[in-house]
């Protein structure tokens, strides 16, 4: 059997309105018709309108079938620079989510073209440098019907796609055994094929809307836009800034900030390490104040929920010009809300508070960024931070006592701290870390907490890199080179892979490092296992 998702709950709904409509309409008719019936000639024009009706209801019928397998609109570029986005639907729920992903990238100027799964082939797929693969699960890990071809003539067969990167959002119903099962048959033969991971899979449960933003945070690293509105609105929740503490002060590198929030009063918030705090931002005050002025508003007055204008307006986007007003002539209701940020959470419950290590972002004219900026530097100590948690279970630590192995970079070491937190509260002694930064004197992290696991036998081993710290650049992913014999002895013994940091530049090198270490196969073996997980950005 399989998962009904909500599209296909209501395309049942109205299948099953339309026919109990029907048979109450012959049910009447059969009433009405008292006597026997006899048949009368109803004349050429009478006819001639029934056949005109005919064929314009089997016009209309075709139409709609024509629209639905018409190749779908793109950016219009060659098919070798744009991102395929690729969907395998049984019900409409993935063909629907695949032109919401084609829209947010083509209108951040992304070039990118809508393929259907049953209409891609190999040449098309080896053309192209980067995938984006939208596909649900049909019963117990089948293919949609759609996916048969795909199926039989790719997916069954060797296909070099070394030059490909890609990413896969898998839809799937956890209450069967075969979760996703054909997002992950798909997301393992492209790893076997050489193809390059974007991220790690991102799997969606029932329609998550949480792992849905997810997936739209990723496609915003990708086009390198982060100010397209959330397709689902997260639910915030009122947490204080308790603490704001700059680590790397005189860095070449940004300012990164270490931030301690506790709940709101009352709640007993929960998270596992490797989940992710997603941050309502707010317009600087400064900034907020210019625009009012700009449009001529009155940041006191109050809208009809008791709201502010001004507050309304930090929460929001802001267009050239004032729109126009609507139906109840609110001048502000068709602006868009700022889209959430995301950040890897650096401690676990039992440290009492929520704490995030957040890099400073500038434009080119030197402002910060709206997230950064909010977090960073104009949310006042004491004050409040929009904040959602959001269950990131493709990075929660193992939970067999195996090794794990730990690389990243930059503020990476976040998601890393709070696994080792969580690995030190287990007694799970067998940890390695792999890091690089900038500069060993400003920008190594939490070093006294890493020195402390060291010296209490919590980490077995560290290897660092800084590329600043001597002529030559070194980086995380040279120490993973150097690494190989003892990689490839810890993966003997069971051990886990957790990368965590960059998307451009470590999170490629570190794997292709890994490749070389420890053999294609092996890495892909890892990943198929659930051994080898990333948390890139």
Excluded at 404 to 416: D, H, Q, V
Excluded at 472 to 482: A, D, H, K, L, P
Aim: aromatic share 8%; glycine share 10%.
């Amino acid at each position: 059997m399989s998962a009904i998702d909500p599209l296909q709950r209501r395309a049942i709904a109205g299948n099953v309105a339309t026919l109990v409509l029907l048979a109450l309409i012959a049910l009447a008719a059969g009433a009405w018709q008292r006597g026997a019936i006899a048949w009368q000639d109803p004349g050429s024009a009478r006819l001639a309108a029934a056949a005109g009706v005919v064929a314009a209801f089997a016009g209309f019928v075709f139409l709609l079938r024509l629209r639905r397998i018409a190749p779908p609109a793109s950016s219009g570029v060659d098919d070798a620079d744009a991102t395929l986005v690729v969907f395998a639907s049984q019900t409409g729920m993935a063909e629907y989510l695949a032109q919401r992903t084609l829209s947010s990238l083509v209108d951040a100027g992304h070039p990118a073209q809508l393929v259907a799964i049953d209409r891609l082939d190999e040449a098309r797929l080896r053309a192209s440098r980067c995938a984006l693969f939208v596909v649900s699960t049909y019963g117990e890990g089948d293919p949609p019907d759609m996916a048969a071809r795909f199926t039989r003539r790719l997916l069954a067969h060797s296909v070099p796609l070394a030059g490909l990167r890609y990413g896969v959002l898998a839809l799937g119903d956890s209450a069967y055994a075969e979760f996703c099962g054909f997002g992950r048959r798909v997301d393992a033969w492209l790893r076997q094929q050489g193809a390059q991971a974007l991220f790690d899979r991102i799997d969606v449960d029932n329609g998550d809307a949480g792992a849905l933003r997810h997936w739209q945070h990723q496609l915003g690293v990708i086009a390198g836009r982060s100010d397209e509105p959330d397709w689902s609105t997260p639910r915030y929740a009122s947490w204080r800034l308790v603490a704001r503490r700059e680590l790397n002060p005189g860095s070449v590198g940004g300012a990164c900030f270490l931030l301690a929030l506790e709940a709101p009063a009352g709640e007993a918030a929960h998270w596992d390490a490797g989940d992710v705090a997603e941050i309502g931002p707010r317009h600087a005050p400064e900034a907020v104040a210019a625009q009012l002025a700009r449009w001529s508003l009155d940041g006191a007055q109050r809208r009809g929920d008791g709201e502010t204008v001004a507050d309304f307006l930090a929460r929001h986007q802001w267009p050239e010009t004032l729109p126009v007003p609507d139906a109840a002539g609110d001048r502000l209701a068709a602006l868009k809300p700022l889209p959430h940020r995301e950040y890897s959470i650096a401690s676990i419950p039992r440290d009492g508070r929520l704490e995030l290590l957040v890099r400073q972002w500038r434009r080119d004219d030197g402002t910060l960024g709206v997230g950064s900026g909010w977090l960073t530097a104009h949310a006042p100590p004491g004050g409040t931070i929009a904040l959602r948690l959001r269950a990131n279970r493709q990075f929660h630590a193992p939970v067999e006592s195996c090794p794990l192995i730990l690389i990243g970079n930059g503020t990476g070491i976040a998601g890393l701290r709070a696994l080792l937190k969580a690995r030190a509260a287990a007694g799970r002694a067998r940890n390695w870390l792999l890091f690089g930064e900038r500069q060993r004197a400003r920008d190594f992290f939490f070093s006294d907490e890493i020195d402390a696991w060291q010296r209490d036998g919590l980490l077995e081993r560290v290897d660092l890199a800084f590329s600043r710290d001597q002529p030559e650049r070194v980086y995380v992913q040279q120490r993973v080179r150097e690494a190989a014999v003892a990689l490839r002895a810890w993966v003997a013994d069971g051990a886990c892979v957790y990368v965590c940091g960059s998307l451009q530049g470590m999170a490629p090198a570190v794997d292709a490092e890994l490749r070389a270490a420890l053999g294609a196969a092996v890495v892909d073996a890892l990943a198929e296992q659930g051994r080898y997980r990333r948390d890139v950005y």
